[in-house]
């Protein structure tokens, strides 16, 4: 059948030829009407909004009340700091602004409350260009010409169809806000604590409602600890470790998990005898016990340069490690199961390579449950890590959900909010992930019918 796209506006290319004819550019010029055709078409709103957000970010909320002196940087951010922020730092000292000349002015902290404003500008303008993206692309109607002369819409496409069935389901739609929410409170959480989440000035504040083990109120939402600090912004601190661990290890466990079982379903014989008894040795494993003991010898072993390693990172390969087993046996089926089909056999037949054929024509038909597997495997990821920390395997420098359930035990009867507000916080989002798999789950199953 012939096909016939019908399109609202021009490619890019054909905007850049109009553009020379009208301005009477030569062709040598092209690289000049390329700028400006983005600049006019394409990213013109998107510079004002980025630029609205951070001005209005980093110098209206300050004057509004806004401190930024609380700002930290967390974990992940302070690695990134160190890498390339002290030599930022650096120039503007060889430019002749030191933190003395300001006196007691927190240049530091000021640097990192408009690079947490940067992210968040960032952020938001990356969601609206992947969302008209997106709208570009399910938006196009192709036209077919049938048999019979008569034009037809072609049918949608697999993603568009599971976008369908996603949005009709309302506790899905739910699950995807809320991690959605999660995430941006994890990159951005600097900038809504009122304290410094390891300092003990509410220690000195029991005039207004501080001190050591307070009560919530209205200037401490959740309380302070038995060190006096403010609970409320260690919560949000503690949300980066979470879901920092639980997204790279399930990354790490996905790349192991889909690699070896790949391998496994597409070459078999030896190759697959040796990675499933691999597999099998992982799941005959007790993860708990041996997570417990590749921590512990990892932080309080011998070898120095290891236990200078951050405690998120050893966790994330810990995790990683001994979590791909189950998703490995699931794509060694699926890729079995694919690999004697007719188009299988047909790119084998026209001479593509067994990398081709795994990568293009075996992996993107399992995808859907790897997508699954993944997300619920990032809810585990938390779990796990929340489970660590409690048992005492976290260190004392890290602010992690788990570790100040552990640190609440002794004053629970007095003060039993300690605990309640991060083991709500894992329940909640850990409940979050599970909703979101299960409901792609069942947006992604081609059995469904609208």
Not at 15 to 32: C, E, G, H, T
Not at 194 to 216: E, H, K
Request: glycine share 10%; with cysteine; proline share 4%.
């Amino acid at each position: 059948m012939q096909r016939i796209k019908k399109t609202q506006k021009g490619s890019f290319s054909t905007r850049l030829d109009n553009y020379l004819v009208k301005k009477r550019l030569p062709k040598s010029m092209s690289w000049a009407g390329a700028l400006a055709v983005l600049w006019q078409h394409y990213y013109l709103n998107y510079i004002i909004q980025f630029l609205a957000i951070f001005l209005i970010g980093g110098g209206l909320l300050p004057l509004m009340g806004v401190s930024y002196t609380n700002v930290k940087l967390g974990p992940i951010s302070g690695y990134l700091w160190h890498t390339w922020g002290n030599g930022f730092i650096n120039i503007i000292t060889e430019a002749g602004i030191t933190t003395g000349s300001f006196g007691d002015f927190p240049v530091k902290s000021l640097i990192a409350y408009l690079l947490y404003v940067f992210i968040v500008a960032a952020v938001w303008i990356s969601i609206k260009i992947g969302w008209r993206y997106y709208r570009k692309v399910t938006g196009k109607k192709e036209m077919i010409i049938a048999k019979d002369g008569t034009l037809r819409e072609r049918s949608p496409s697999q993603w568009t169809l599971v976008w369908r069935r996603y949005r009709k389901n309302k506790v899905a739609v739910l699950s995807a806000t809320l991690v959605v929410g999660i995430t941006i409170l994890a990159i951005v959480y600097p900038i809504l604590m009122p304290f410094s989440p390891v300092g003990t000035t509410p220690l000195f504040d029991a005039w207004n409602g501080g001190g050591s083990l307070a009560n919530p109120n209205l200037k401490y939402p959740g309380g302070t600890d038995i060190l006096g600090r403010d609970e409320f912004s260690r919560l949000l601190a503690g949300s980066e470790v979470s879901l920092t661990v639980g997204l790279f290890s399930t990354v790490m466990s996905v790349l192991i998990g889909v690699t070896l079982g790949a391998l496994a379903g597409y070459y078999r014989g030896w190759t697959e005898e040796i990675i499933m008894r691999i597999t099998d040795m992982f799941l005959a494993l007790p993860f708990l016990v041996i997570a417990i003991l590749a921590v512990s010898f990892i932080r309080r072993g011998r070898l120095v340069f290891l236990r200078r390693i951050p405690q998120s990172i050893v966790i994330i390969v810990v995790l990683g490690i001994f979590g791909w087993a189950g998703l490995c046996r699931l794509v060694t089926a699926n890729t079995k199961q694919i690999y004697n089909l007719d188009y299988v056999n047909a790119a084998r037949v026209l001479g593509a390579s067994n990398r081709r054929i795994i990568l293009v024509h075996i992996l993107p038909n399992i995808l859907a449950p790897i997508i699954v597997i993944a997300t619920i495997s990032i809810a585990g990821g938390i779990l796990s890590e929340a489970g660590l920390t409690f048992l005492g395997l976290g260190s004392p420098t890290t602010i992690s959900w788990g570790q100040m359930v552990n640190e609440a035990q002794t004053v629970l009867k007095t003060n039993p909010e300690l605990a309640l507000l991060p083991g709500f916080a894992i329940f909640f989002v850990v409940l979050a992930f599970n909703l979101l798999g299960d409901a792609l789950r069942d947006a992604l199953d081609p059995r469904l019918r609208e």
